[in-house]
């Protein structure tokens, strides 16, 4: 069985002072803050080419428009350069990362495979950058609060019962640092909560909810990261209490979420290291369906390089090593790889002219023997950038969902149907993209791609609708297939005065396969839309974004909809969405006070079983900073 991708991408930037990869889109700290953002996922409000889909607003599936979140999210997580693995059920959600936002330096989003530090993200990374923290003592942080109106609740499709209206927050982060020259210590502190469900609709929904106190998720999360002499150690946890939305089982699990990960690094050239470990559990609390799934799921990945410098040109080797296991069930069933990997990139060209740099590694998953490939030419003046990855290695290089099944895993005695039990032992991705930039003030970016893939193997799901109950039943297979995706996208950024910036924006992605699999898996096909920046002094700014999201729906909702229209609403091909932040400053940068309202335009409608939609959105959130040291306020 064979699946074959086939990506054609076509970027069109006109920017102004903004750093872009090839499709790579940078938002700094004032994007966030100048944006509202509370939450990680709040970043999807400010992409541009990735999309993504939540049942109770508060986990988004996130995948760059083009790929599937549902089956097989496979985009990576950088924090400060080292890879951390969110996969959960075959899930990343990025709210349970133990983080704080204020101390979020830039966020970069690549929609298109990526060399970072050795690591080929072949599906795309998102990445984090900390701040660094200023000499002396500080101390910043923010906190907010908002309701949601127009939410049809956890995967709840009907038109009676009242509007629903939900409570984001309180959310709040702080950290705490202080910084000498060469060296730094940091602490910090996350809380959230999301109460998904206003207890007046609640006998109307899923019976799970009956067996909670309150409906509602609640987040906390403790921190600490360092540096001395060119030693950094970075470690984290997060506790979730959970309503945990399962894809596979068209069900929600109340669950405690626990997240951990340690990094620890150094970058002397002679001899580095990095070192990351991440650990996430579910543990199933009591519910009246005696519904459980318990994993734990624990990542550790080592690597070792060296550079040596060969005049104007260098040559780095590197060589890493990673152990994981999953461990499920109360019988600990249990699921463990290990993969070894030695990598050589060769850098050869002066800043001024044409550069290049190549990078090859082999790889040992299981057992199997894989090989990557990584290559880019570029020339900053000229402004070419041209990249090629080839990549055959085996599944089991990471842990899917697939694979689990295979193993015997069935979270909540979820039905599985496997169309194909052998399993191939590789699987393959070919890529090529190929950028031109032009331009000082206004610049013009073009780029286009072309990705093929081979023996990828997803799970497809089939629901049906109870409407007696209001909840989904639902069924997965294990299939291979095989398609092709074109994608082709366009950005301009203009700033029209000193205080006046608009950008606008379309990316537009079409799958076409024989196979029902791969078309299945592909809901978000086109986004459209535009943002403006007004900020007439150094005190007050506004920033508003429209967009069109074009989609389509699960056959199975559009069914039951046409069959029984006064009881399901469906819905439209695409939605119209506004947002618009309001922000006042306060003695300098000491404080900020912002107001955010989001909107569907279109009408109350209500999203697919894999996905609800909030109406209208409305938050406050205050920002602070304060530093006591040689080097001012912040």
């Given at each position: 069985m064979m699946l074959c991708w086939c990506r054609t991408t076509l970027c069109l930037l006109i920017a102004a002072g903004t750093t872009m990869g090839v499709c790579a889109q940078v938002l700094t700290a004032e994007d966030l803050t100048r944006a509202g953002v509370l939450r990680l996922s709040d970043i999807l409000e400010l992409a541009d080419d990735w999309s993504g889909s939540s049942t109770e607003g508060y986990h988004w599936d996130i995948a760059p428009l083009g790929t599937s979140w549902e089956a097989s999210p496979e985009w990576s997580l950088f924090i400060d350069g080292q890879l951390i693995s969110l996969r959960a059920l075959n899930r990343q959600s990025l709210n349970t990362v133990p983080i704080a936002l204020s101390e979020i330096c830039e966020i970069r989003l690549n929609a298109t495979p990526v060399l970072i530090n050795g690591v080929l993200a072949h599906g795309g990374a998102v990445q984090i950058t900390m701040c660094k923290s200023p000499n002396g003592l500080s101390l910043r942080g923010q906190v907010g609060a908002g309701n949601e109106t127009g939410d049809p609740g956890p995967y709840k499709y009907t038109d009676r019962g009242g509007s629903n209206v939900d409570r984001t927050g309180p959310t709040a982060d702080g950290a705490l640092s202080v910084s000498s020259g060469n060296w730094h210590y940091r602490g910090m502190v996350a809380a959230d909560e999301h109460h998904v469900t206003d207890p007046r609709i609640r006998p109307r929904v899923l019976q799970l909810y009956r067996g909670e106190k309150d409906a509602r998720i609640i987040y906390r999360a403790l921190g600490f990261d360092g540096s001395s002499s060119g030693f950094t150690v970075n470690a984290?946890?997060?506790?979730?209490?959970?309503?945990?939305f399962t894809p596979v089982m068209g069900r929600e699990i109340p669950v405690d979420r626990q997240t951990t990960f340690v990094t620890m690094y150094s970058a002397r050239r002679l001899l580095g290291y990095s070192i990351s470990g991440i650990s996430t559990s579910l543990t199933t609390r009591e519910n009246p369906e005696l519904i459980f799934t318990d994993i734990v799921q624990q990542r550790t990945h080592a690597r070792l390089h060296s550079m040596i410098s060969l005049g104007i040109n260098s040559i780095e080797f590197g060589?890493?090593?990673?152990?994981?296991q999953a461990q499920f069930g109360p019988e600990e069933l249990r699921h463990t790889l290990y993969?070894?990997?030695?990598?050589?990139?060769?850098?050869?060209?002066p800043p001024d002219?044409?550069?290049?740099?190549?990078?090859?590694?082999?790889?040992?998953?299981?057992r199997i023997l894989g090989y990557e490939l990584f290559s880019r030419a570029w020339h900053d003046r000229i402004g070419l950038d041209l990249r090629v990855i080839l990549r055959n290695r085996a599944p089991a290089a990471e842990m899917t969902f697939a694979d689990w099944a295979t193993r015997g895993f069935r979270p909540g005695n979820a039905e599985f149907r496997f169309m194909d039990l052998d399993l191939p032992r590789r699987r393959s991705t070919y890529s090529?993209?190929?950028a031109w930039t032009a331009g000082n003030q206004v610049k013009l970016y073009l780029s286009g791609g072309l990705r093929r893939l081979t023996n990828h193997v997803r799970p497809r799901m089939h629901a049906l609708l109870d409407s007696t109950r209001t909840r989904l039943h639902a069924t997965t297979d294990i299939v291979a297939a095989s398609g092709q995706i074109a994608r082709a996208s366009g950005r301009i950024h203009m700033p029209l005065t000193s205080q006046f910036t608009v950008k606008l924006y379309g990316v537009y992605a079409y799958p076409w396969s024989d196979a029902d699999a791969f078309r299945s898996a592909w809901y978000h096909r086109m986004q459209i839309g535009g943002q403006a920046e007004f900020h007439p002094n150094d005190r007050f700014s506004l920033n508003m974004r429209l967009r069109y999201v074009g989609a389509t729906t699960w056959s199975e909702f559009e069914e039951a909809a046409a069959g029984n229209p006064e009881f399901y609403?469906?819905?439209?091909?695409?939605?119209?969405?506004?947002?618009?932040?309001?922000?006042k400053r306060f003695w300098g940068e000491r404080l900020r006070l912002s107001a955010t309202m989001r909107n569907a335009l279109d009408h109350a409608h209500l999203a697919h079983p894999a996905?609800?939609?909030t109406h209208a959105l409305f938050q406050v959130a205050m920002r602070y900073a304060f530093q006591a040291g040689n080097a001012g306020s912040s």
């Open positions: 984290a946890t997060s506790w979730t209490e959970d309503l945990l060589a890493a090593w990673v152990f994981a993969s070894y990997r030695g990598d050589a990139t060769l850098s050869l060209g002219r044409l550069r290049m740099r190549t990078m090859a590694a082999l790889s040992l998953d299981d090529l993209d190929i609403t469906t819905r439209l091909p695409g939605a119209v969405y506004l947002h618009l932040t309001v922000q996905g609800a939609r």
